[in-house]
């Protein structure tokens, strides 16, 4: 999986502090109003809200703050100016990097972006440039702890799921956008409720990156533009080794 592993990794390795923390709360809040708009305000009806209900939960959102996005979305108030957009780009040393982005002004976000690359040794590209590099996919995490891998394998294999990846401390279930729902929901059936279920991308490729200043870069890129409110999801394809990654300092 790549450098969407790998800076998943990362970035829960991470500690959170107060201020990362607003800014998660603020990409919550954005995709609940707009879950809320497109799907309505019942999570029983709109699996999108559903799970994006679910994220902000164990992310610690507030009710009161999950409650007050899904009525702006589902009331529109302020919500109908909000799009969602894609960019693609080059960090340093030639990895791809591909940015999903919610936002109530094109200009600023792009402006943004734009200079968050030439500021780390990057360039932003134009759209296509690498996005044909990024599978999506649908990924549902579980615990290792009290969850039997054999028994979950054979369960998403009967949902439709391409595949189950063992992790440090979790078990991922990949499935297709198209069998996203019905696996998380087949599964939860079979008991297994998952600790996060999202649609993600996967590199088709990676590149391995060996010099020091050019991982620095890319993760300082990478962690930048996590911190954009107008920013969701960000997918690279870099490989850093963990020893190198013990060298650096963000």
């Known amino acids: 999986m790549s450098g969407h592993s790998k800076w998943s990794t990362i970035k829960h390795k991470k500690a959170a502090v107060d201020a990362a923390r607003g800014v998660t709360f603020q990409k919550f809040s954005r995709e ?3 879950a809320a708009k497109l799907g309505g305000a019942d999570p029983a009806g709109n699996f999108r809200l559903r799970t994006a209900i679910d994220r902000a939960k164990a992310a610690g959102l507030p009710n009161d703050n999950i409650k007050r996005a899904i009525e702006k979305g589902a009331g529109s108030s302020g919500a109908d100016s909000m799009e969602e957009l894609t960019y693609e780009g080059y960090g340093a040393g030639g990895t791809a990097i ?32 690498v996005g044909w590099m990024f599978k999506q996919v649908g990924v549902i ?16 294999i009967d949902a439709n799921a391409q595949d189950v990846l063992e992790e440090d401390e979790t078990y991922k279930v990949i499935t297709t956008p198209e069998d996203f729902q019905f696996c998380v929901e ?5 008991g297994f409720k998952g600790t996060s279920a999202e649609l993600s991308r996967i590199a088709e490729n990676s590149v391995e990156v060996t010099d020091e200043k050019i991982a620095t870069n890319i993760l300082r890129l990478m962690e ?3 911190e954009h409110d107008d920013i969701q999801n960000v997918y690279s394809n870099f490989d850093i080794s963990d020893e190198l990654m013990e060298k650096i300092d963000l």
């Open 186 to 190: 087949t599964l939860e059936k079979n």
């Open 98 to 129: 591909f940015i999903e982005a919610m936002t109530d002004n094109r200009n600023r976000t792009a402006g943004d972006i734009r200079s968050y690359f030439s500021k780390f040794g990057g360039n932003l590209g134009e759209t296509g440039c």
């Open 141 to 156: 995490e579980f615990p290792k702890e009290n969850t039997d891998f054999d028994k979950l394998f054979e369960a998403a």
């Open 32 to 34: 609940l109003i707009v």
């Open 224 to 226: 930048k533009l996590e």
